[in-house]
């Protein structure tokens, strides 16, 4: 993982004109507006929105959607290019994600003990925490520069992509900041995760599909393992998206904000390591506080 950062908010590099990809989004179901989706500040209800899989979004036994997708090389990818010879896992994520700074190590390993069986690919979705350093993308070429900058932060070895400035395909398949899609060779959504840290449904899943059978689970929506261990990452992702994404965070997801905070100071330990320590210490804060009132109400 890379270090070195800066002001992401201009792309430069690859350069891809509207007769390449067009930045409106073609006619798929939607969750959100194409403004909605490129929101500036991160609220409460995203927050809650980003916690399950919406109903009637696309799930396991459903085609995947149509897509037209540009590489970091500045490649076009469809359908036609990704599915046909072996099963497809689409990985979400952002430079501003915890949940995706969680998840890199373990679908690293995941692509190392799967990688010649199944085709991994990385989609840059939407910034999840926009900040003064990396804020929404306004056009392709700012949002391949995004997807360029999270390949080289990561050392991501497979094929990183993204679709329309407004997300159709995210938005399709219900925006969530770090989810995971698994299909078969003809595009049969066979697998989804709602969060890619989940290295245990993962595995498992595509285990079953390497080897030319169905998952044991169709859907992952574990929420405490990822989550917790995510919060050691907060700080240190807030702090690259920009002073506004960490006040946006304290106004929207105080709870996150300060596990984040508390993460940060168990420096001896790993991220993972981290987070799960703040969470405990959080929850067990909670219930002494809550214990005292409880004394003082029945005291008087």
């Known amino acids: 993982m890379k270090t070195g950062y800066k002001n992401h ?11 390449d990809m067009n930045t409106e989004d ?26 399950r899989f919406r109903k009637g979004a696309a799930a396991p036994d459903d085609a995947f959607p149509d897509f037209e997708l540009i590489t970091t090389e500045g490649a076009r990818l469809t359908n036609d290019d990704i599915f046909g010879d072996r099963p497809v896992i ?9 949940m995706t700074a969680s998840a890199a190590p373990s679908v690293r390993e995941l692509y190392d003990e799967f990688g010649d069986r199944v085709k991994f690919i990385m989609m840059y979705v939407r910034e999840a925490h926009p900040g003064e350093r990396f804020a929404q993308v306004a056009s392709i070429e700012e949002k391949l520069g995004h997807a360029r900058t999270l390949k080289d932060f990561y050392n991501i070895q497979w094929t990183v992509a993204a679709d329309s400035v407004n997300g159709s395909l995210h938005r399709a398949l219900d925006p969530k900041p770090n989810s995971a899609f698994l299909m078969d060779r003809d595009g049969t959504i066979l697998f989804r995760s709602l969060w890619a840290s989940d290295y245990d449904a993962l595995c498992k899943a595509l285990n079953a599909v390497a080897s030319g059978q169905a998952p044991p689970a169709k859907q992952s929506t574990k929420m405490i393992g990822p989550v917790a261990r995510a919060m050691g990452y907060v700080q240190e992702v807030m702090v690259r998206a920009g002073p506004q994404a960490v006040k946006d965070l304290w106004l929207a997801g105080f709870p996150m904000a300060l596990a984040g905070r508390l993460a940060a100071l168990h420096l001896s330990s790993s991220p993972d390591r981290r987070g799960v320590a703040a969470v405990l210490t959080l929850a067990l804060g909670t219930f002494i506080i809550l214990g005292l009132l409880g004394v003082l109400l029945f005291a008087n």
């Open 26 to 51: 073609v006619d798929q179901p939607t969750t959100s507006t194409a403004h909605e989706y490129r929101y500036k500040h991160f609220t409460t209800a995203l927050l809650m929105h980003d916690l």
């Open 9 to 19: 908010s201009k792309a430069a590099g690859i350069r891809v004109t509207q007769g």
């Open 90 to 98: 689409f990985v979400f994520g952002s430079m501003t994600c915890p």
